[in-house]
Structure formats: C-alpha cells, structure tokens
C-alpha cells in the first residue's frame, strides 16, 4: 500500500504543486509514448499529458529499468518506486462536461529480491507531505452535493441526494456548480 490524496484541478493549478516539487530538488519524468522525458523545469509539463513521476534523487537512484512506463501504469513497487512521487492534473473534457480526478501517490516500500521489506525514505515522505500541503492549499477539502439514482432496493431507481467532500480547486468546483460538469 502506499499513501495518496485524490484530488480535482486544472493544469496552471498544478504547476504550483510540481514547482514545489523542484523547490524540493525533484526530477520531473514525464512518460511520453513508452519512454522517458526527464527535466528540472516546468516546461517539460504539458497541457496535453495529465501524469508525471517526480523523482528525489536523495531517496535513493533511479534504476531506470524499473519503472515501466511502455502502457503508462502505476510504478512498481520496487526500488525505483521508492524514489518518485506520482502526481497529475485534471483532464477537463468540455464536449462530455467531465472532469477527471489526478492524485498524488508514493508508496509505502516494497521487498526485496531476498523478501526484506525496505520501507520509503523519510526525505520521499517529508517531500510527499510538502506537496500535499499545497495541494489541499490549491484545492481545499469541500462538501459537494450530486443527485444519484438509488440502486439500494427501499428507493429503487429515485433520485436521491448524495453529500460528500472532495478536494476540489475553486476553478473546478465553478465548472461543476454553474455548467453541471461530473467528477469521474
């Protein structure tokens, strides 16, 4: 297991949390069709790829091999894992009026090849903590009203309200509020 915190905010919001991230001597790796973009300013973040690795070099070495990029899913829990932060941005699609959640995400640790479990580097945790600071600063934990359909068998198929908190960005939350935009 690791540790994340989900959240929902545009891409000029993030840029905030990945320039703490290099405040923090972070490497941003941005996966990029199977390979890897590495850079140590923002401009490597594009508008157009939501998902980026920050890799602290005082965690420990990045072995390269170890984190599998060619379909773009979660980093392993090896090694090269206990040496990055995954973090992203919503994707905001105005033609289905959807916004995706991103999250920021470390592991634990993993075991070794000898079954030794080598847990994260307390640097990786306190550059986590750092990050989640700003993010609950940029999207600050607030109660969200949606109106469901029950599948519960008392109210079957009525619509019913469903209270809830999110950590949401203002810019986000407008677009819910005032144009119906879901949160997926």
């Known amino acids: 297991m690791g540790k994340q915190i989900n959240y929902w905010l545009k891409y000029e919001e993030f840029l905030q949390i990945a320039q703490t991230a290099l405040n923090c001597g972070c490497v941003i790796i941005k996966p990029d069709s199977g390979k890897r973009k590495y850079g140590q300013t923002l401009d490597i973040i594009t508008e157009n790829k939501c998902r980026y690795y920050f890799y602290l070099p005082e965690a420990g070495t990045l072995m390269s091999q170890q984190i599998p990029f060619q379909s773009e899913q979660m980093i392993g829990y090896n090694a090269a894992g206990n040496t990055v ?96 935009y879901k949160l997926v």
């Open 85 to 180: 932060i995954e973090a992203g941005f919503s994707f905001i699609y105005d033609n289905k009026k959807e916004i995706t959640r991103s999250r920021l995400f470390v592991i634990s640790g993993y075991y070794n090849e000898t079954g030794e479990y080598i847990a994260r580097p307390k640097c990786l945790t306190q550059t986590y903590q750092k990050l989640v600071r700003i993010v609950k600063r940029i999207a600050p934990y607030t109660e969200i009203t949606d109106h469901i359909i029950s599948t519960q068998n008392n109210d079957y198929l009525q619509e019913r309200e469903w209270i809830h908190k999110e950590y949401i960005s203002a810019s986000c939350l407008k677009l819910k509020a005032s144009k119906n």
